[in-house]
């Protein structure tokens, strides 16, 4: 179970993991959550101001989900760091 002290490392134990690997589980969560609490606020503002760009929510909702994926994947596989940081990079560079 992941507790509150490993929640950004992905919940892999902090001293099987060396410090530099630790890091970046640290930074990609951070940007994963950043990603999300932006996408939220963006649906809500949408709605909120009634915005009617064909597609914008649902694309939204999409990246969002897909950012529940990569949060998820990365505490099953430890593998998967680089590709995540990939996308979630991509994910920053095309919409904020």
Same mark, same amino acid.
């Given at each position: #179970?992941?507790s +509150?002290?490993?929640? /950004?490392? @992905?919940?892999w134990?902090s001293?099987?993991?060396?410090?530099?690997?630790? @890091?970046? /589980?640290? #930074?990609?969560?951070?940007?994963?959550?950043? @990603? @999300?609490?932006? !996408? %939220?606020?963006g649906? #809500? !503002?949408n %709605?909120?101001q009634?915005?009617? %760009? +064909?597609?914008?929510?649902? /694309?939204?909702?999409? $990246?969002?989900?897909m950012?529940?994926?990569?949060?998820?994947?990365l +505490?099953?596989?430890k593998?998967? $760091?680089?590709?995540v940081?990939?996308?979630?990079?991509?994910q920053f560079?095309? $919409?904020?």
């Amino acid at each position: #179970m992941i507790s +509150r002290t490993n929640f /950004f490392t @992905s919940g892999w134990d902090s001293e099987a993991v060396d410090s530099e690997l630790k @890091s970046k /589980f640290q #930074m990609i969560n951070i940007a994963i959550l950043l @990603s @999300s609490v932006g !996408l %939220i606020a963006g649906i #809500m !503002l949408n %709605i909120v101001q009634n915005i009617n %760009i +064909r597609g914008l929510i649902p /694309f939204e909702l999409l $990246l969002l989900g897909m950012n529940v994926f990569l949060f998820i994947l990365l +505490r099953y596989k430890k593998e998967t $760091l680089q590709l995540v940081s990939l996308i979630e990079t991509g994910q920053f560079t095309l $919409l904020f």
